[in-house]
């Protein structure tokens, strides 16, 4: 039996019309040209684990600013998405509306790379173009 870690995204729908805030941080649009069909599979058949990433624009952005693979190592990933998924969990538990589900994402298995490599992408992908912090790192390119 498969598990899956299955993050769908909203934004567009629920928050289309906000008002923008000034920062000094470098923050991202979501391009209106972005594919329509932006969903991605990343799985790690050897331990039947699988992310699904259903976000319009979260390919054109990794395609622009994603790190290439084994720029990072595993254990830093690791670290920062243990850190961002409780973050993500935490705003989904207080009803955000921008955190649909929570992710089920367990500190004691090992997911592999491309799982950890991918999720990594997504949540600094998400925090830089929402504005939001998920944890006590801070999401750069």
């Known amino acids: 039996m498969k598990n899956f ?25 979501k391009d209106e040209k972005a594919i329509k069909n932006d969903t991605i599979r990343i799985a790690n058949e050897e331990i039947e684990y699988e992310v699904i990433i259903i976000d319009s624009g979260f390919n054109s952005w990794f395609a622009s600013y994603g790190k290439p693979r ?16 409780l973050g ?19 500190n004691s298995i090992n997911y592999g790379y491309e799982v950890n490599y991918m999720l990594f992408n997504y949540l600094t992908y998400f925090q830089l173009t929402n504005n939001i912090r998920l944890g ?4 750069r390119i």
């Open 5 to 29: 870690i299955y993050i769908p995204f909203l934004f567009q729908i629920f928050f289309g019309c906000t008002t923008s805030k000034t920062s000094s941080e470098k923050t991202f649009s």
């Open 70 to 85: 084994n720029y990072y190592s595993q254990s830093y990933l690791e670290a920062r998405n243990r850190d961002w998924v």
């Open 88 to 106: 993500w969990n935490n705003k989904f538990i207080q009803g955000n509306r921008l955190f649909d589900m929570s992710i089920d994402y367990q």
């Open 136 to 139: 006590g790192f801070a999401p």
